[in-house]
């Protein structure tokens, strides 16, 4: 997954064509936007008997974002941003007797990025925040006793980010993102494109 994220956004940074005569401040002000994405969902827990249990599942997640971005130089941008989403794919595994079930629930997050400008219409970014979701999480094991154990808490952690931004014009934009976050027992990878107006 390291290799496409690092070729994605090579190739973004490539296609910023010169036939744009956007500037820096089509990267400036408020914006609200959506994303489409591949997540991909790693849980880990001890079902009863003292059974560690660990899967990971790949599926399609939906974000919605808005944030307010300010150039603090000619090429340096710093901004913040905050997200709301499906908490992406189900958790599934069954090993002898023991099974895993995670669910996981609606996700918000709040972060800050900081990047620089390589062209005029082109941003390379890293983000830094904070994730949080609800969590349902059932593991059983008939031959234990008790034989279930469920935790359905909100959760949240480190969030963290690294991305290429292309204003199309100065009021629309799209972006590549990868994201990860942890929400205790669940650690999500995120790679997805977004776009976004800017107002």
């Known amino acids: 997954m390291r290799k496409i994220i690092i070729l994605?956004?090579?190739?973004?940074?490539?296609?910023?064509?010169?036939?744009?005569?956007q500037t820096a401040d089509s990267f400036e002000g408020f914006?609200?936007?959506?994303?489409?994405?591949?997540?991909?969902?790693?849980?880990?827990?001890?079902?009863?008997?003292?059974?560690?249990l660990s899967q990971t599942d790949k599926g399609i997640n939906l974000r919605a974002f808005a944030g307010y971005d300010v150039m603090v130089s000619d090429n340096f941008l710093?901004?913040?941003?905050?997200?709301?989403?499906?908490?992406?794919?189900?958790?599934?595994?069954?090993?002898g007797t023991t099974?895993?079930?995670?669910?996981?629930?609606?996700?918000?997050?709040?972060?800050?990025?900081?990047?620089?400008?390589p062209s005029e219409n082109v941003l390379i970014y890293g983000r830094l925040g904070y994730a949080n979701g609800k969590v349902d999480i059932t593991a059983t094991n008939s031959a234990a006793t008790p034989s279930s154990l469920t935790s359905d808490k909100r959760k949240g952690g480190l969030l963290l980010g690294v991305g290429a931004e292309m204003a199309v014009s100065e009021e629309f934009?799209?972006?590549?993102?990868?994201?990860?976050?942890?929400?205790?027992?669940?650690?999500?990878?995120?790679?997805?494109?977004?776009?976004y107006f800017r107002f």
């Open 8 to 21: 994605a956004i090579a190739a973004a940074g490539l296609s910023a064509a010169p036939a744009f005569a």
């Open 31 to 52: 914006k609200a936007g959506g994303e489409l994405s591949l997540q991909r969902n790693k849980a880990s827990f001890t079902a009863p008997g003292n059974i560690s």
């Open 78 to 95: 710093i901004g913040a941003e905050a997200g709301l989403g499906r908490g992406g794919p189900k958790v599934k595994k069954t090993q």
């Open 99 to 117: 099974s895993l079930d995670v669910n996981p629930g609606l996700t918000f997050d709040i972060s800050g990025r900081a990047g620089f400008l």
């Open 173 to 195: 934009g799209m972006r590549l993102e990868y994201r990860r976050a942890k929400y205790g027992d669940l650690k999500s990878d995120n790679i997805g494109v977004g776009a």
